[in-house]
């Protein structure tokens, strides 16, 4: 028997104050088409921490399968697992292969999961090259930030098309841009690096840091990233930042705005608004300051704006195979050094590890001025 731990919860609330973990054993006699996986890296997301609120688009529901003594749910949407057995039936998947989730909702707060059904809730990480020249981390982190940062810059405006017309055109003097607010979420830095891949040009807001030298190297790091121009959110929303958007980068307005990708909301989402050029598009997929923000008028009007919302785990039902295609493409620039996963803080799972170090760690992640995302490593 495999000794398993997880972390569940049976109402909604605090993950300090709703979470457990409960221990559990699973029989070395898999059913045909299951397959028995370790977890190697798991990180913990906002919206993971929205589901034990209760907050989440969707409300997961509390099974008695588990075992606990309440109906209970483990949190948790991505992560690299190993596959430590398999199944009759199993033809795609062996020992020691590495496998992601292949849609939301897994459960990935957990050191071991026996998954039926293995092949179609599971996605082999790499087809044919497997893991070969990619870290856990890496791994644990490409199906829900990446993928995101992906489809927001390609789903809703042409950025690529718009670049090579203002070149052929001759009226543009670069890529196309794109805006977004919180540019150093592990969404924004993917999208400032595929953005640059692209021939994008990108406009990045962050918060101030506590010191002028830490906003600076936060700036440059995303510089390094690939990021065009990075301004704090002060910058952003004073008055003058409409001015200087024109004077200091779209060539006097003549290189359009087209994409605005809002992470934040409140103001950060109406200076979104007035940045953008007529028939811009705003692709709102996060609500990190808890403000909604009023839809101005004028602007949807005068500018015939859009507005839109983006949900990966709804794109990803719609669409499974370019779910799979995506993955192994932006896993082969992480093999290929062009892509790097966002900074995490590690916390270590170990059978010893204290129940209170992993609720501290849920717990911490919609806390702000992080130096990463929490990832358990086991
Ligand atoms: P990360 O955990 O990597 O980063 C969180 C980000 O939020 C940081 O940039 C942080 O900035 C910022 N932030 C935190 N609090 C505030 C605040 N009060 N005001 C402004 N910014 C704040 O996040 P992810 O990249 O994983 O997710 C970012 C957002 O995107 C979340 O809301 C998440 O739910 C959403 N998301 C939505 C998806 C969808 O399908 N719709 C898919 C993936 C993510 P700082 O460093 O300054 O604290």
Same mark, same amino acid.
């Given at each position: 028997? @495999?000794?398993?731990?997880?972390?569940?919860?049976?109402?909604?609330?605090?993950?300090?104050?709703?979470?457990? =973990?409960?221990?559990?054993?699973?029989?070395?006699?898999?059913?045909?088409?299951?397959?028995?996986? !370790?977890? $190697?890296?798991?990180?913990?997301?906002?919206?993971?921490?929205? *589901?034990?609120?209760?907050?989440?688009? =969707?409300?997961? &529901?509390?099974?008695?399968?588990?075992? @606990?003594?309440?109906?209970? =749910?483990?949190?948790?949407?991505?992560?690299?697992?190993?596959?430590?057995?398999?199944?009759?039936?199993?033809?795609?998947?062996?020992?020691?292969?590495?496998?992601? /989730?292949? %849609?939301?909702?897994?459960?990935?707060?957990?050191?071991?999961?026996?998954?039926?059904?293995?092949?179609?809730?599971?996605?082999?990480?790499?087809?044919?090259?497997?893991?070969?020249?990619? %870290?856990?981390?890496?791994?644990? %982190?490409?199906?829900?930030?990446?993928?995101?940062?992906?489809?927001?810059?390609?789903?809703?405006?042409?950025?690529?098309?718009?670049?090579?017309?203002?070149?052929?055109?001759? *009226?543009?003097?670069?890529?196309?841009?794109?805006?977004?607010?919180?540019?150093?979420?592990? =969404?924004?830095?993917?999208?400032?690096?595929?953005?640059?891949?692209?021939?994008? !040009?990108?406009?990045?807001?962050?918060?101030?840091?506590?010191?002028?030298?830490?906003?600076?190297?936060?700036?440059?790091?995303?510089?390094?990233?690939?990021? *065009?121009?990075?301004?704090?959110?002060?910058?952003?929303?004073? !008055?003058?930042?409409?001015? !200087?958007?024109?004077?200091?980068?779209?060539?006097?307005?003549?290189?359009?705005?087209?994409?605005?990708?809002?992470?934040?909301?409140?103001?950060?989402?109406?200076?979104?608004?007035?940045?953008?050029?007529?028939?811009?598009?705003? $692709?709102?997929?996060?609500?990190?300051?808890?403000?909604?923000? /009023?839809?101005? %008028?004028?602007?949807?009007?005068?500018?015939?704006?859009?507005?839109?919302?983006?949900?990966?785990?709804?794109?990803?039902?719609?669409?499974?195979?370019?779910? &799979?295609?995506?993955?192994?493409?932006?896993?082969?620039?992480?093999?290929?050094?062009?892509?790097?996963?966002?900074?995490?803080?590690?916390?270590?799972?170990?059978?010893?590890?204290?129940?209170?170090?992993?609720?501290?760690?849920?717990?911490?992640?919609?806390?702000?001025?992080?130096?990463?995302?929490?990832?358990?490593?086991?």
């Amino acid at each position: 028997y @495999t000794q398993a731990k997880a972390l569940v919860f049976s109402r909604f609330g605090e993950p300090a104050d709703v979470l457990s =973990v409960h221990q559990h054993s699973i029989s070395p006699s898999l059913p045909d088409g299951a397959v028995l996986i !370790r977890a $190697v890296a798991v990180p913990v997301n906002p919206a993971d921490v929205n *589901t034990i609120q209760g907050t989440y688009g =969707v409300k997961p &529901k509390f099974s008695p399968l588990l075992g @606990t003594a309440e109906p209970s =749910v483990i949190p948790g949407n991505e992560g690299c697992f190993e596959v430590l057995s398999v199944g009759g039936n199993v033809q795609g998947l062996k020992k020691g292969d590495w496998v992601i /989730p292949a %849609t939301t909702g897994f459960g990935t707060l957990r050191t071991h999961a026996l998954v039926e059904d293995a092949e179609k809730k599971l996605f082999k990480v790499g087809g044919e090259k497997g893991k070969e020249g990619l %870290t856990p981390l890496q791994v644990a %982190t490409v199906s829900v930030n990446p993928c995101s940062g992906y489809r927001m810059l390609r789903d809703y405006v042409d950025l690529v098309k718009l670049s090579v017309d203002g070149f052929a055109k001759g *009226t543009a003097s670069g890529g196309a841009w794109f805006l977004q607010n919180g540019a150093n979420s592990g =969404v924004g830095r993917a999208a400032i690096q595929l953005g640059k891949l692209w021939g994008l !040009r990108s406009i990045n807001v962050v918060r101030e840091r506590d010191t002028p030298e830490k906003t600076e190297e936060l700036k440059n790091e995303l510089k390094e990233l690939g990021a *065009t121009v990075v301004v704090t959110e002060t910058e952003f929303l004073d !008055r003058s930042f409409t001015q !200087r958007l024109k004077d200091e980068w779209t060539n006097g307005g003549k290189d359009p705005l087209m994409l605005g990708l809002n992470c934040v909301g409140g103001k950060n989402a109406a200076q979104i608004v007035r940045s953008l050029s007529p028939k811009g598009v705003m $692709v709102t997929y996060g609500g990190m300051s808890r403000q909604s923000f /009023p839809f101005p %008028t004028g602007p949807q009007i005068f500018k015939r704006l859009r507005f839109e919302g983006f949900w990966l785990s709804e794109w990803g039902k719609e669409n499974p195979e370019e779910k &799979k295609r995506m993955i192994n493409e932006i896993l082969d620039m992480m093999r290929e050094g062009k892509f790097k996963a966002a900074p995490a803080q590690e916390v270590t799972w170990n059978w010893d590890t204290e129940e209170k170090v992993l609720k501290d760690a849920v717990q911490g992640t919609l806390e702000g001025f992080r130096s990463g995302k929490g990832v358990f490593v086991f």
